[in-house]
């Protein structure tokens, strides 16, 4: 392991983990809110966008992201439309994670038992405040586990962002491996890299989903 090497190159993984950050943080905030639009939209069956958000759903989660960035990078051109690529990556992130946290808020509403929607209905509230007073906190809270999982699959997933150009952690370590040959020193800090962004984000999860467990069952 050549430690001279790795101090050399460290400011350009630091430039580009921020990067993988900056990407991988806007693309999951808007992938929550795209994914709770859509999920309110299905358990709510609201007229047309109902339908819209499933075929949007289905479509997302079975077309793979590359495709997605390629159509986004070097389709929407041919159309007149330039974007790029830190937006195209941000916009195939989005669209992807959006269908994944669309179904884990869609189970989180459907648990909610018909009982407490009935109960809050009787005490006089109103549908938009059984949604923001007993639906949607008891929704989040079992939907803590899966929203963790998607966001951990968000940011191991912008990694392919590098095929469209984006200077994140992948396409760093692919660009030092072609000019120096530095092929274990690159991956040695790919990996850690990596960690430093993951560990604290599962770490997080797992503390939310222990929290909400505790005022789920009051143990």
């Known amino acids: 392991m050549d430690w001279q090497y790795l101090s050399s190159v460290m400011p350009q993984f630091y430039d580009a983990t921020l990067t ?3 990407i ?3 693309s999951i905030v808007l992938a929550l809110i795209v994914g709770l639009l859509c999920s309110i939209s299905v ?8 339908q819209i958000s499933r075929v949007y759903i289905q479509f997302s989660r079975n077309t793979p992201l590359l495709v997605q960035l390629f159509f ?3 389709g929407l051109p041919k159309l007149g439309i330039k974007i790029d690529g830190f937006t195209c990556g941000v916009v195939g992130l989005t669209f992807l994670g959006g269908s994944y946290m669309a179904e884990a808020f ?9 009982g407490q929607l009935d109960a809050a209905k009787s005490l006089g509230l109103t549908p938009a ?3 923001k007073y007993v639906v949607f906190p008891q929704a989040f809270s079992i939907s803590i586990p899966a929203i963790g999982a998607n966001c951990l699959f ?5 990694s392919i962002v590098s095929a469209i150009a984006v200077a994140e952690l992948l396409f760093v370590t692919k660009d030092l491996i072609g000019m120096d040959y530095k092929t274990t020193e690159a991956l040695f800090l790919l990996v850690m890299s990596y960690a430093v962004i993951l560990c604290p984000v599962s770490i997080l999860t797992s503390y939310l989903e222990r929290r909400s467990r505790r005022v789920s069952y009051g143990s």
């Open 20 to 22: 993988t950050l900056k």
């Open 24 to 26: 991988s943080c806007i």
């Open 43 to 50: 358990v709510y069956k609201v007229a047309v966008l109902n």
């Open 72 to 74: 986004l990078y070097y």
């Open 106 to 114: 869609r189970a989180g509403l459907q648990s909610v038992a018909k």
């Open 129 to 131: 405040q059984v949604f």
């Open 154 to 158: 968000l940011i191991k997933e912008s």
